[in-house]
């Protein structure tokens, strides 16, 4: 089944697959999301994408921050809400706490919750390649850095100004 609408932050494979798709970022961000693929956008410091009244057939919660309870009502009937982090709101458990509530509270329900872990593979790779290729998808580039500045790479990364991937050129 090919979704209609995805919310998340990477979508350019959903869109080239022929998904609709929604992107839910900063103000800051609106024109980087549409430029990669969006549809439709928005900023999520001024509207709650969870009261806007559109359903999705899955929802790609990059952030983790949303709970199970507020995204299983824009899900549609048989929606999937995938999970790829979330907050360390547990010491034992990191973002393992609030992911497993999510499961335990989607059992038995028509609409589901998986956590994402990504394990690249060849075949995987493969596909990506080819779209990459194509040009049905482009990688958003933030910022470029020298091997000889991986210093500088990482402390812009950890100062958490990237708005899209930094890539160090060996």
């Known amino acids: 089944m090919t979704p209609e609408h995805l919310v998340g932050r990477d979508r350019g ?20 999301v549409r430029s990669i693929g969006a549809g439709h956008v ?6 709650d994408f969870t009261r806007n009244g559109r359903r999705y057939d899955v929802l790609l919660d990059i952030a983790g921050t949303r709970s ?36 335990l509270a989607a059992k038995g329900r028509s609409q589901r919750f998986a956590f994402s872990i990504t394990k690249p593979n060849k075949a995987d790779l493969h596909v990506v390649s080819e779209l990459l290729a194509s040009g049905e998808v482009a990688p958003a580039i933030n910022r470029r850095y020298q091997l000889s500045k991986i210093a ?10 990237a708005r899209a991937k930094v890539v160090v050129t060996i």
């Open 152 to 161: 500088d790479a990482f402390e812009y990364l950890g100062a958490g100004h």
């Open 42 to 47: 928005g900023d999520y410091t001024t509207e």
């Open 68 to 103: 199970w309870s507020e995204c299983r009502h824009v899900l549609t009937e048989h929606g999937t809400h995938v999970r790829v982090r979330g907050p360390k709101t547990n010491r034992l458990l990191g973002p393992m706490g609030k992911v497993l509530l999510s499961w």
């Open 13 to 32: 494979r959903a869109r080239a697959l022929g998904a609709e798709v929604t992107g839910v970022c900063r103000r800051g961000n609106l024109d980087l």
